[in-house]
């Protein structure tokens, strides 16, 4: 398949000074091409950098040495925790990426019903943050990020916070909102069920500081639903990426 | 009345009741001389027997008092805005803004009758001083604990440092301003009286004149005056942050 590079990397470095003047590297070297219209998972333990390499992307940091590119255009982004404006209702908080663009109210309005219907939200858009579940906010806080019609999105274990059941209706919902709109997906989690059954590509990433330690192209169908969990050849990704993670733990 | 609000209503009303009976009986059978301690009884005919200027009074100190209030808040959020602005700045400046907080208004109310004049300017700006400190340390702390992916959503969509103000810093700040007015209104008062026995006017002209008069029963009728004020001034910042935050604030939606 050949398709446009959207995210390049190449030797990307990241280092950060802690408060007693050391410095803690978080990215060593990392390379990494994804393709636009691919969803990608970054899988790695907790505090390896994974973050740092999100913010790089979304142009929000800068790296020491190497290159990020990014050809994707527009980015929408999605925190851990749903991170909404307390004092807006839905409708506001989802319409502030277009407001911040400068869009007129009217638009503003229409595409912000449009992104809340998209995500399953239409009868909340005019309550508040307080008012909702944590599921319900995080649905709003993702059509806050597909309100301005991103070619990239950007998530940052965005389901981590929530229980079970409904974080498998979201990596559903996520994953029909990719296949629908064909944007490019850079998906970090610690889960290793949740990269499997979510990416096309898993890229592990070791320990902090962060090392590619396997890139790999998920053998799933395209097509995934709850039953595919129980599969053998689900446990068989599942294998392969445990295995990767206990690599990348023992990396010195 | 709600059985909710009586419940929070009779308490303090009752140990009020309950103070001032025993407060009552325990001057009346210890004899106290009424120049030392009055008893409730005559404080209350005082009150009401001098209803008329203690009103006047009233309503001058509350007019400074508010006109400090609303000079200490904006110049606070100003203040405290432009220390936010960087770290220098805060390193630079916040030093001097704790003057504010450790300075005695006993002492520099006669300074500020030189600069202002006798009359209700200087009482205005002893309220302002001593008022200006809660408001500034409050707003800022709000300031700076502004949620970082926030102001990294607000980034990657390109928002001016003016959009971010009035959109994120300023809205997320509001539920430290009103903490911090709310102990503003009530340094206010004092400022204000402690202005008018230096500059004169109001409640704080009414107590040294009873003072010297030894009419001690009109001093603590004055100074229940001046306690209804700050009571008032207390109620109205909870309710303009009730209204303000009714949506969103945990202090103020999980009740």
Partial sequence: ?252 | MSTRTLAGVAPPVLTFVLGVALAELVIRALDVSPLILPRPSAVANAAIREAGPLGAALGQTARAVLAGLLLSSTLGVAAAVALAASPFMKRAFYPYAIFFQIVPIVAIAPLLVIWFGYGPRAVVAAAAVVSIFPVIANTLAGLLSVDPALADLFRLHGASRLATLWKLRLPWALPYLLTGLRIAAGLAVIGAIVGEFVGGGGLGVVVLGAMRQQRTDLVFAAIGYASLLGLALFGAVGLASRLALRHWHASETKR
């Fill in chain 1, 1 to 252: 398949m050949d398709r446009a590079v959207a995210i390049a990397l190449e030797g990307v470095h990241r280092t950060f000074r802690s408060e007693s003047g050391g410095e803690v590297p978080a990215l060593a070297g990392i390379d990494l091409a994804v393709a636009a219209g691919e969803f990608v998972a970054l899988l790695g333990p907790s505090g390896c950098g994974k973050s740092t390499l999100l913010r790089l992307v979304a142009g929000l940091d800068r790296p020491e040495r190497g290159a990020v590119r990014s050809a994707a255009g527009r980015v929408g982004m999605v925190f851990q925790d749903a991170h909404l404006l307390p004092w807006r209702d839905v409708l506001a908080n989802v319409a502030l990426p277009l407001e911040l663009l400068g869009r007129r109210p009217a638009e503003r309005r229409a595409q912000a019903a449009a992104a809340i219907e998209q995500v399953g939200l239409g009868d909340a858009a005019e309550r508040y943050p307080a008012e909702l579940s944590g599921g319900m906010r995080m649905r709003a806080s993702l059509a806050r990020a597909l309100v301005t019609e991103p070619r990239l999105l950007l998530l940052d274990e965005p389901f981590a916070a929530l229980d079970e059941l409904t974080r498998m209706a979201l990596d559903d919902e996520l994953r029909r909102l990719w296949r629908a709109a064909g944007l490019t997906v850079l998906f970090v989690t610690h889960s290793i069920g949740e990269a499997a059954y979510l990416a096309e590509r898993v890229v592990v990433l070791s320990r902090r500081p962060a090392r590619v330690v396997l890139d790999h192209a998920v053998a799933l169908p395209a097509e995934r639903a709850a039953t595919l969990r129980a599969e053998p050849a689900f446990a068989r990704e599942l294998g392969v990426l445990q295995d990767a993670l206990r690599r990348g733990a023992a990396l010195p």
